[in-house]
């Protein structure tokens, strides 16, 4: 029986230039197919490229992605999975600074927190408001989302469009 496939986008954020075809080799090595990105300037950071590319595989493509890629420092990068039968959406974050974060999402990309980490920021909060707001910032990524968000706004002449505002 073959595994349902799912898809997802690869975004690299910034990439040293050096650093560029071992990044391509890594994601065509992962896939186990050709892939040959369109690098372009990452204007935010001189001297390193960025891209995206969408991509088709099995389940768990994205964890195996970031997996390939988390080792290189000063390179950033996000992930997304879609959701497949019996499979949740994905999202991996990666920063140098920060390393790799993961979570689940729903439908419209939003971080998915589940009972057990809510019930853990409650427990370790021993009662105080800002260790609860500590926790679930953590749970959520936002230390990854803020500082992936200026190289996504650099980025906004790539081939995906990033929603940053509704309604």
Not at 69 to 84: N, V
Not at 128 to 137: A, C, G, I, K
């Amino acid at each position: 029986m073959m595994a349902p496939a799912t898809s997802g986008v690869l975004f690299v954020h910034s990439a040293p230039k050096a650093l560029a075809p071992h990044v391509e080799w890594a994601i065509a090595s992962t896939l186990g197919e050709v892939v040959q990105l369109d690098w372009v300037e990452q204007p935010i950071l001189p001297g390193s490229l960025r891209t995206d590319y969408t991509w088709h595989g099995n389940p768990g493509t994205a964890a195996a992605l970031a997996s390939a890629l988390r080792g290189w420092e000063h390179l950033r990068f996000e992930i997304t999975e879609d959701a497949s039968l019996g499979t949740d959406p994905m999202r991996f974050l990666h920063t140098p600074d920060l390393g790799i974060f993961a979570a689940p999402t729903d439908a419209a990309g939003n971080m998915v927190v589940g009972e057990d980490r809510v019930k853990y920021a409650l427990e370790v909060s021993g009662g105080d408001f800002e260790e609860v707001q500590r926790e679930l910032r953590l749970a959520l990524g936002v230390a990854w989302d803020e500082e992936l968000e200026p190289f996504r706004h650099a980025g906004e002449t790539s081939s995906v469009l990033w929603l940053h505002r509704t309604g």
